[in-house]
Every structure is written in structure tokens, then in C-alpha cells.
Nanobody, 127 residues
């Protein structure tokens, strides 16, 4: 099992920045891809960005391309999401997630593909 814990959410004005962190613990010796998802009230949980275990392949939702950057420090078992130029529509609970993999490919993007989930961290962007 892998446990993941998010941190770094908060309240920011439009145009501002935040950096989310996700620290993994447990069976971190196995290889696993990781991703950030978000869910606004009354909406589905959707992928924001994902990164594979070799830190080579990444995926970004169209709505965040050019504004968000995903990265991973494998030595620290920590993944980051740098969010710049935040907008009110970015307001949501952001979740960190992971799944074991033995492949070397673009990470998966469906929530159902991810086995391990954090509790989420709230990001609120005021206009």
C-alpha cells in the first residue's frame, strides 16, 4: 500500500500562485505513477496533471496547460504542482493519487485507474 498526503492549498487572489505538495509513504520502493485531480462542488473529479515514475512523461489537462507545472522528487517521494495565474474556475478540492505500474509510458488520466488517494486540499481563488 502507498499512502499519499497533500498539502499547500489555500486562498489566493486571481492571478496568484500556489504550490501543492504530495508526499508518499508506505511501499514506495515499488514504481508508481502519480497524478493531481480536482473536484469542484457538484462536478466530477477530473485530471489536472500526471507524471510517470521515471519523471519523463507528463500529462496536462487543456485548462491548465501553460499555467501549471507538475514535478516529482523521487528521492523525497514527493510530487508537486506549481500553479500560476490562478483563476476562479480553478477553485476546487485538489487530490493527489497514485497507482502501481511496471510500464514506461504516459501516465493514466482516469480517476478509476488510480488506486491510492489523499484526502484532498482546498484551493480557493477569489476574483
Amino acid at each position: 500500500q502507498v499512502q499519499v498526503v497533500e498539502s499547500g492549498g489555500g486562498l489566493v487572489q486571481a492571478g496568484g500562485s500556489l504550490r501543492l505538495s504530495c508526499t508518499a509513504s508506505g511501499r514506495t520502493g515499488s514504481t508508481f505513477d502519480m497524478g493531481w485531480f480536482r473536484q469542484a462542488p457538484g462536478k466530477e473529479r477530473n485530471i489536472v496533471a500526471a507524471i510517470n515514475w521515471r519523471d519523463i512523461y507528463t500529462y496536462y489537462a487543456d485548462t491548465v496547460k501553460g499555467r501549471f507545472t507538475i514535478s516529482r522528487d523521487s528521492a523525497k517521494n514527493t510530487m508537486y504542482l506549481q500553479m500560476n495565474d490562478l483563476q476562479p474556475e480553478d477553485t476546487a478540492v485538489y487530490y493527489c493519487a497514485a497507482y502501481y505500474t511496471v510500464t514506461y509510458a504516459t501516465p493514466k488520466i482516469k480517476p478509476s485507474d488510480y488506486r491510492f488517494w489523499g484526502q484532498g486540499t482546498q484551493v480557493t481563488v477569489s476574483s
